[in-house]
């Protein structure tokens, strides 16, 4: 098992990168709501989505084969 394929951009398949970009909007959304004083009470359910979608994103990475490549199968 390659585990740079868990943190590595590059080795990252397509659902790992939805997930961490999704992730970072979030965080950013997030932010600039506490900075202007809004609170959304279900806020908290995007970063579930996000984790489970890089969850299920990193086990299909990891179980693909040396030697499919790096393209994204969906």
Do not use: D
């Not at 398949?13 to 709501?33: C, D, E, K, P, R």
């Not at 299909?60 to 994204?72: C, D, Y």
């Amino acid at each position: 098992m390659k585990w740079t394929k868990l943190y590595n951009l590059k080795e990252m398949n397509s659902y790992q990168y939805i997930a961490v970009v999704g992730f970072i909007m979030t965080l950013s959304a997030h932010a600039i709501l506490w900075i202007q004083q809004k609170e959304v009470q279900t806020f908290w359910a995007l970063y579930v989505c996000w984790a489970i979608l890089f969850l299920l994103g990193s086990i299909a990475n990891l179980r693909s084969k040396p030697n499919e490549g790096h393209q994204h199968h969906h």
